[in-house]
């Protein structure tokens, strides 16, 4: 079983930057592809981003890309996303979510195929 701790969510002003990172225990075999998901304010849990761990091969929502940058480090386990141009729609609960299959590209955005999950963080964008 693979545990999943979410860190770096706070209050930003519209246009700043955060940093959110996930660490994940419990073998490297539950984490092949890796994911921010999140949840807005009166809202379904929607994609942000995804990444597979054997060739970094991203995916990004459509609202998010140009402005997040999801990444990883294999070594200890653990999956970053830079958000950039923060906007008031970004405010959500942020969750990371592993998966211990190595997704094509068209299931990484699939929350269903995904199996782990962590308590999630706060981000919250406001003036």
């Known amino acids: 079983q693979v545990q999943l701790v979410e860190s770096g969510g706070g209050l930003v002003q519209p246009g700043g930057s955060l940093r959110l990172s996930c660490s994940a225990s419990?073998?490297?075999?539950?984490?092949?592809?890796m994911a921010w998901f999140r949840r807005p304010p009166g809202k379904e849990r929607e994609f942000v981003a995804a990444?597979?761990?054997?060739?970094?091969?991203?995916k990004y929502a459509g609202a998010v890309k140009g402005r997040f940058t999801i990444s990883r480090d294999k070594t200890k386990n653990t999956v970053h996303l830079q958000m950039n141009n923060l906007q008031d729609d970004d405010t959500a609960v942020y969750y990371c979510?592993?998966?211990?299959?190595?997704?094509?590209?068209?299931?990484?955005?699939?929350?269903?195929?995904?199996?782990?999950w962590g308590q999630g963080t706060q981000v919250t964008v406001s003036s």
């Open positions: 419990g073998g490297a075999s539950g984490t092949n592809t």
């Open positions: 979510e592993a998966a211990s299959s190595s997704w094509i590209d068209g299931y990484m955005s699939r929350e269903e195929g995904y199996e782990s």
């Open positions: 990444i597979r761990r054997s060739d970094g091969h991203p």
